[in-house]
C-alpha cells in the first residue's frame, strides 16, 4: 500500500497538471492526496509556497508537510526565522529547528526555546544546558551564568552545578539546585575518571 501512495506521489511531482496538480488524487483519498502535496511542497525553494502548499492540507499532513520541507532546509541557506515561520504552529518542527539551529549563548537559546518549542520546552532547554556544559565553560563564562540562573528556564541551576562539578571546581552550598547538581556529577575519582590531582 505504501508503495502505491508513494508511486502516485512521484506521479504527480513528474507529471504536473494546469492548475492543482495534486487535484486527481484528491478523489482517491487524503494519504495519497497529502503525500503529493508534501512532495511539491519539499521541491520548492520558495518557503512561502512550500506553506502555503502545507496550508491546503488537513492538520496531521500539514504538520508533516512543514517538517519535510524544514528537514529539506536545515543545512541550506535559509535563516533560522524562515525555518520557524513555515513550522507555524508544529511545535515537533519547531523544537527540532531551535535544537539544530543553536544560539552561542545559552541564555538566548533558553529564551528560543520557552518561545517556540512548545510541550518540547524542557527537552529543549535540557539539551541547552548539555551543550553548554559539554563546552567546559571559562571562569567568566560560569560567573555570568551563576549571577543569571533564574533566566536559564527549568534545571538551569543543576546544569551549572554539573559544568562545576566537570571543570573540578568547588561544589557550592547553595543555591540547591546548583548543589544539587554539582553534588550528583561528583565521583570519588573526579569527575572524568582520572584522580583529583590528575590535571590533564
Same mark, same amino acid.
Given at each position: 500500500?505504501? !508503495? ?24 482517491? #483519498? ?8 508534501? $512532495?511539491?511542497? %519539499?521541491?520548492? /525553494? ?22 519535510? *520541507?524544514?528537514?529539506? !532546509?536545515?543545512?541550506?541557506? /535559509? ?9 507555524? +504552529? ?10 539544530? $539551529? ?11 526555546? /520557552? ?13 541547552? *544546558?548539555?551543550? *553548554?556544559?559539554?563546552? =567546559?565553560?571559562?571562569? &567568566?563564562?560560569?560567573?555570568?551564568? !551563576?549571577?543569571? +540562573? ?5 534545571? /538551569? ?14 561544589? @557550592?552550598?547553595?543555591? &540547591? ?5 554539582? =553534588? +550528583?556529577?561528583?565521583?570519588?575519582? #573526579? @569527575? ?7 590535571? %590533564?
Amino acid at each position: 500500500m505504501t !508503495a502505491h501512495l508513494l508511486s502516485l506521489a512521484l506521479a504527480c511531482a513528474e507529471s504536473p497538471e494546469e492548475g492543482d496538480p495534486c487535484a486527481r488524487y484528491a478523489t482517491v #483519498g487524503a494519504a495519497p492526496y497529502g503525500l503529493c502535496v508534501r $512532495r511539491l511542497a %519539499r521541491g520548492h /525553494a520558495d518557503p512561502r509556497h512550500a506553506a502555503a502548499l502545507c496550508a491546503t492540507l488537513v492538520p496531521d499532513e500539514r504538520d508533516a508537510c512543514r517538517m519535510d *520541507w524544514v528537514l529539506g !532546509a536545515l543545512n541550506g541557506t /535559509a535563516t533560522t526565522q524562515t525555518l520557524l515561520e513555515v513550522c507555524a +504552529t508544529a511545535e515537533d518542527c519547531a523544537f527540532y529547528v531551535v535544537d539544530n $539551529r543553536p544560539e552561542r549563548d545559552v541564555f538566548v537559546q533558553a529564551a528560543q526555546c /520557552a518561545a517556540h518549542a512548545g510541550r518540547y520546552q524542557r527537552d529543549c532547554l535540557g539539551h541547552a *544546558w548539555e551543550r *553548554w556544559a559539554e563546552a =567546559r565553560p571559562t571562569v &567568566e563564562e560560569l560567573e555570568r551564568v !551563576a549571577s543569571r +540562573t533564574a533566566d536559564g528556564g527549568v534545571d /538551569a541551576g543543576r546544569h551549572l552545578g554539573i559544568a562545576l562539578a566537570t571543570l573540578r571546581a568547588p561544589c @557550592p552550598d547553595a543555591p &540547591e539546585g546548583v548543589a544539587r547538581g554539582c =553534588r +550528583t556529577t561528583r565521583t570519588p575519582e #573526579g @569527575p572524568t575518571g582520572h584522580h583529583p590531582e590528575d590535571t %590533564r
